[in-house]
Each structure stands twice: as C-alpha cells, then as structure tokens.
C-alpha cells in the first residue's frame, strides 16, 4: 500500500516535514499550501529536495472557493487556479485539491457547477494536471461526498475526478454505501483521519481533534475496505489536523502516522470485507492496493512481571515487604537487579545509581521501568513490533540468560514479550529461584502518559498487543479532571488504565523519573489477594505506611451501601475501600507513594470487572494532601 501524509499533521519547517515523513518510511507527501508560502526555499529546491530523500510529492492542497459563483467571479477563480498549476509544475505535482465552495458561493445550481468544473478541467490538461474534487463537510452548497460524485461524473471530464476524505465522510454519518459505485480510477485522491466522539461543530472538531486511524472512535478498517473494492490504488494518505501534533517532535508524530497506516492495512489485508447487516459485502481486489499483512499477534495471556525501578531501594524494598512480598534474591550477573514474589505478582526491583553504572544521568526517584506481557508467539510479536516502527530495548544479558526482547512504548516505558506458558517463567532461574505460589497475581498496572501522546499510546498497545480501548472516563482530582482510559484484553487477564494528569509538569513522566521531575502524575501496581483484610493485617503489623482514608469517605460508604456496622468498621480499621455493583464486590487499599509508584491491594468478589472509580477521587485527594505535606 503506498502511503502518504500531508504536512499539515506535522510541527516544524516545510523542510523538516519533509525529512520526518521521508525517515518514518512513507512514500509520498502532500504540500500544504501554507507550508509551502512561508518556506524561504524555491518549488525547484523543494522537489530536488523530495528527490534526494526519495519521496514523491503527491498532492497540492487545498484550492478553495471556485464553483457555484457568478461568472465574472469564476473567470478570476480560473486565473488563480492556473497560477496553482504553474506552481505544480515547478513542484512536479499532478494533482490538486479542491474544497466544495465554502465562502463564495451563491449559485446553487448543479448545471452551473458541472459546467464549471469541466471548464476548470480543461483549463487543468493544459498543464496535465488532476483535480481532485471533495465535499468538505461544512461545505455551502456540497457537503456530502456522494453528491460530489454525482457531479464529477455529470462533468465526465478526464481531469476530473473526486478525493474522498474520511472525516468528511464519517463526521456526517453519511451512507457509506454509494462508495462502491465510483470507478476506483475516479477517485484521485484518498485522505484518512479518525476522530473521537465529541459533540460540537464539525469545523472546530475538525480544526483541532482529528487524530491517526486507529487513535479515535470510527472504524476505518471498514471504510479502507469500501475504498479498496472500488480498485483505487493512489496512495493512502493521512491529513491530520491536531493541535498536540503541530506542536509535538516533528519525527515521532511521522512514525505515529505510519504506524496507524500500518495497523489500518493490515488489519483488512487477510480480513472479509465489512459491511452493515444485509448489505452487500465489498469484494477486496488482491492487485488494488497492495495491500500487506502484519504478522499475526493475539492478544497477551497475562502479565508476566513489572519492573521498577529507584534510587531509594530501602524505603522501597521496605513497603513491598510490608505488603507480604518474599525476597528472592539478586540476579546473577546484574547485582543492582532484585527480584520480590507474592504468589504470581513478580516484581523485579532494579537500583538506578551512577554507582550501579546504570545511568549517567541524574536519578531522581522511583519509578515504573516497564511491564513483561505473555504472548503466545514472542518473536512474532517481535516481528509484528518492528514492522509497527517501535524501538527496540538494548539489553544486556550473558550467554545463559533467557533472550528476552522488548519495545520503548510511548512514555518511555518497556514493552517485553514473553512466550506464554502454564509454568515459572525460565527466566526466574536466573535469581536462583524455580517455582512460584498460585494465589496472588498483578491484577493490573495503572500507566501515567503524556498528554500530547495519549492518542499514540491508545494505537500502540491496540497494534502491538491486540489490546482493546476501553470507554474513557474523567476523574475528578484537586488538581483538576484526570481522563482515564482503559486497555484491556477480551478476558481480563491484561488490564491497563492510561492517566492523562492535569497537571502542568505531567509531561516529566515521560522520562521515566531518570533526570526529570517523577511526581506529576503516580503510576501504580494492583496486586489481587484472596483476603484483603489479611493483606492489610500483615502490613498493618509491618508498619506500613497506608494511604489515609477520610471519615467522611466511611460515612458516605454507609448510606450508599447498606453494609453491617461491624463490616464498615472492619474497612475503616484497615483503611480499606469498598465498591459494589450488580456483578460482585471490590475491596482494595493503598499505599503511600514513593516516588511516582504506588501499589493498590485487591480483592474482587464475585464477577466484579472494574477497578473500584467511584473511590478514585478519594485517592487523588488523599495523595495531593500528602504530597503537599511533603513539600511543606
């Protein structure tokens, strides 16, 4: 499939856009017209330019207002649409953009249009030029992409064909079914886009919240599907307009985008078509657009292990015990490596000093290094990681240690792949230990991202894992809303709450806490236990520090539940949380934070799946509280 973006979606010179697009590997792009106006380089430098990096330069965009006006208005639109394409020939660009008349307007008949278009078609084989014609979905007179089509055809001019855009398209909730009955050879351009569900006008939400395939709330898999049983084989192309992306590393939003068309292609490239229930399903041609597979990944069996990492092993080291967890012992070859058991929860404790010699940078804290997932096919999921653009992990390991390879995910943490099996992983060898107890487990890992790279990490762990999004929710915090949005696998063995903090300094935690500020929002691990007031007992008698739970939080427990006194009191004499819905109970505490980390204990009674929300602002209170004790 051959791909392309426009350099709208990109930060940066139109120079530096080009160089981004062209190193993420895509194959083409389209010239913004503004980036182009405000560049001090010529058309003739820009192309040499595309030429050395190897890329092709695809689409000039966007020519607006032209059709539906009077006549003396339309000879003026022709003459400034001739200067466009004298400009393209400097560019070498064949095909334009037109928007449907947004501003000008006034005539709203289609045999003025058609005939208007056939004459902006001759005047465009002069200069062997395409015009791709496409309903902007706040357009005057044109706004849905079939009547654009109803009047290419009428115009039946060979320059003359339709863009079909997948915002405007699916933000209108358009019929997506006339999209088979345009020749793919009259679709001259393609432009995709997702988007979340929000209600509010179309302009606004598409000036600022589009977002790659796969980050948003619409199935493109489908509307790919449509597009490629026409027999179009243009390229395939993003035209993203984001305010976190225009603002964001100009080379990591181009990676995000070839990643999303990557996932998008393969996730119809061996699928059957799509369709709404009693349409006819569009057969996909194998030749139409090349379109190639990714290696098959099914989605993790469980968590295999988390690793944190600190500078304050003892205070660490200290609340795990607390907690009931048994020091194994140091790894063999790495003695700054640590590993801590409870029952199936691994926790791998790896100390960042510059005496370790494990970072050259200041170390500032405690925090979550990264998660180990078990996969059914490890180096397939490798493979599948690699071709989605993800950097692999550099580790050190000697010849008799189990080869473990891994990923950077979007905030800084690792992804590892683990081959699923029903025993103790081989790698716990390593710490001079060979078996585990059954009874407790991570029940999930709560991940703090940055906020303008939210949306990546939704597509990465869907691409790379098979993870699903869940419906995001806002938790009120003191420090304002916190989105919550949760990534999970069909059966629950794999669950991951992603936090965006309001906070201004959130973006540190990016930096996994190795020379940044690793407060800005706390990441934590949820271990279940079969008795959570037996979990609290034992720390309770360790001294562990326990997040505080207002009186205030019990006596509203108390009328929202009808619980007996003497089970209130037990919660509130073991700092315990409760929630309960139709399907069971949820019973958890936590700890005080060190650090960026904090651990949660659970119990889940029942078929309780959730993660206990409506105690989540009593949380967020009690550890902005402490936090600002500290820093009193």
Known sequence: MRTSIATVCLSGTLEEKLRAAARAGFNGVEIFEQDLVVSPDSPETIAELARELGISLDLYQPFRDLEGVEEAQFEKNLKRAESKFQLMARLGIDTMLLCSNVGTATIADDGVVVEQLRRLGDLADRYRVNIAYEALAWGRFVS??????????????????????????????????????????????????????????????SRHHRVFPGEGAWDLSDFLTRIAATGYSGPVSLEVFNDSFRQGDTNRTAVDGLRSLRWLEASIADAPAAGTAGEAQPEVPSSALDLQPLPEVEEPRGINYVELSTNDLGALTRQMHQLGFQFIGYHRSKPHVQLWLRGKARIIVSEVTEEAGTTSAPVNGTFLRGIGFEVTDSQSAMERAALLLAEEVPRDQTHNDEVLRGVFAPDGSEVFFHQFNQTTPAWIKEFGHDHDEQVSHIDHVNLAQPSNHYDEAVLFYTSLLALHAQSSQDVPSPSGLVRSQVMSSTD??????????????????????????????????????????????????????????????????????DLDPEFLQQLQENHVLYDRDEHGEFLHFYTSTIGSVFFEMIERRGDYLGFGAPDAPVRLAAQHRKNAQHSA
Request: with cysteine.
């Open 144 to 205: 849905e992409y079939d009547y654009a089509w109803d009047l290419v055809k009428a115009a039946d001019h060979p320059r003359i064909g339709t863009c079909l855009d997948s915002f405007h398209i699916l933000s209108r909730n358009t019929d997506l079914a006339r999209i088979t009955e345009i020749p793919g050879d009259k679709i001259f351009f393609l432009q995709l886009a997702d988007a979340p569900a929000l209600t509010m006008d179309v302009l606004s939400w």
């Open 492 to 561: 629950g063995s794999v669950r991951m709450p992603l936090n965006v903090s309001p906070q201004p300094n959130a973006e540190a935690v990016a930096g996994r806490g190795i020379g940044s500020v690793v407060e800005a929002y706390p990441e934590h691990v949820a271990v279940a236990c079969e008795d959570i007031f037996e979990a609290a007992a034992t720390a309770l008698s360790r001294g562990l520090d326990f997040l505080p739970v207002p009186q205030n939080y019990y006596e509203d427990l108390a009328s929202r539940f």
